[in-house]
């Protein structure tokens, strides 16, 4: 079951939500009223059978805070055909954002960061996602600063604008450091390999790239539209990614080691999507 | 959530399917090949969210073997809605039987047992279900048989006819002894406190009946259109069941033995549905 959890400055972000996925938030104490946003690829029940339970979850534990859902419009028909048969409505906005596969397009833009969806190449409509983080603001350096400085003022130096304050001048330069730099990260599940996506992630500081098979099972690999971890570490390598998830393995393979030691001797900056585990990108 | 897993002569029924119901089923060690029937009882997610992913696994793990679906008509829609959008489609038949709510009617009916589907009152149409084994065979004291004694005549004695071998006449009353007698399995949730449901599990082996709320919290019972405990205990008084399992307990309830003793007070034989926990009837 594939379903990601990702904080971008204290704004969540589900993306995709197999079954289960709402237990297993609750067993990582990931609190699902903090989720905003929820992407999902495409329309198979290994992305989508959590769905329906979180939502009715979320309504249930009293959230009435509007949710972006950003899915192929067929997801709303289903969850229309579970709500009217179960005679149960939601009581919560739900901004429902299409997304589509025949081009890459910006589907969200927030305060802190902008989505793209990027078609993939698999047996259904299938879209990756790519956040980019916003150019933040400077950091403001405190501890240089006098007891009783104001608050609003920091503000506006943080903002990048020079500031007076009892006869002083105080300049951004002095009183300020750059901000990190903006991290980008990119989800691409499920596919088959793929080069159209290679402009859209390049240079991604982090990217999660299905692997359902090893190199010998690309037989399966091309029939199914998944990629091996080969065909993933390859696309990393050409998209010049800083580093390199994968994931959606296959359950025939009982030992995952082959999965990374393959991909790594492509990209060596390859590290494996266990359940539970988190990355820091 | 709710799901039972009702095991009658290997013969494997599900009940309702909350989410998440296929992996207890694996943690419990339970083979999901081996049900043929599944009984959802009314479309609330609590008990068919889980239902989706089980059908496809059961697929992709190479079922063809037909199963039985008995359900509201409506969850037929979801099924489609949800399989047209995925483009996928079970690799098994599935015979879809068709509750209603209107009246107690047989829904299935095989070598080992009978189900007969009885109407509740909750805030959609909602059926119990009520599993009765048919009169066993008598059991053979192969005991007593002569070494060599043939398997097919064994077969005519256990179906209670007297039979000849090498000039003796063996008399179904000296070779076999009367079978136990066929148990009785009622499944009632979720529901309103209900006399409708008396003259139909009367003398039932054992009962499941809901009991969301203590009596303490009667006016949400009443308002969400649920039982409390001792209500679930006055239905079992009164239907002359022998046992009583309570389950669907609110999570705002901590300590279940509030619960029990609630009911208790009203029917000593009480029990308490845990997760994971094995009755036998």
Redesign the interface.
């Known amino acids: 079951m594939t379903s990601q959890l990702l904080e971008i400055n204290q704004q969540y972000c589900l993306i995709d939500c197999g ?2 996925t ?2 297993q938030l609750l067993n990582l104490k990931a609190k699902t009223a903090k989720i905003d946003y929820i992407f999902i690829s495409h ?4 992305h ?3 769905l ?2 979180l939502l ?1 979850s979320m309504s249930l534990l009293g959230r009435t805070k509007e949710l972006y859902l950003i899915a ?1 419009a ?2 709303r ?2 969850l229309i ?2 709500n ?5 409505s939601y009581n919560f906005p739900i901004n429902f954002i299409e997304t589509q596969d025949a081009y890459a397009t910006q589907v969200l833009e927030n305060e802190y960061f902008s989505v793209t969806s990027v078609p993939l190449e698999h ?2 409509a299938c879209c990756g996602f790519i956040f980019r983080e916003k150019k933040k603001k400077n950091k403001l350096l405190a501890e240089k600063l006098p007891k009783g400085f104001p608050f609003e003022l920091m503000k506006e130096l943080k903002e990048g604008k020079n500031v007076d304050w009892e006869e002083k001048e105080y300049l951004v330069e002095d009183y300020t450091a750059e901000p990190t730099a903006p991290l980008s990260y990119a989800f691409c599940s499920d596919t088959a390999y793929s080069e159209n996506i290679l402009e859209h992630i390049n240079g991604v500081d982090m990217l999660y790239h299905e692997a359902t098979f090893v190199e010998s099972d690309i037989e399966r690999a091309v029939k199914t539209r998944h990629s091996t971890a080969s065909q993933a570490a390859t696309i990393a390598s050409k998209a010049n990614v800083k580093k390199l998830v994968i994931g959606h393995f296959s359950i025939r393979y009982k030992e995952l080691n082959q999965l990374l030691e393959e991909a790594q001797s492509v990209f060596p900056e390859t590290f494996l999507a266990i359940e539970g585990k988190i990355f820091t990108v």
Request: proline fraction near 7%.
């Open positions: 079954e289960g709402q237990y329309m198979h029940g290994d989508i059978f959590g329906p339970g009715s192929p067929e997801l028909d289903v055909a579970i009217r048969t179960s005679q149960a047996r259904v």
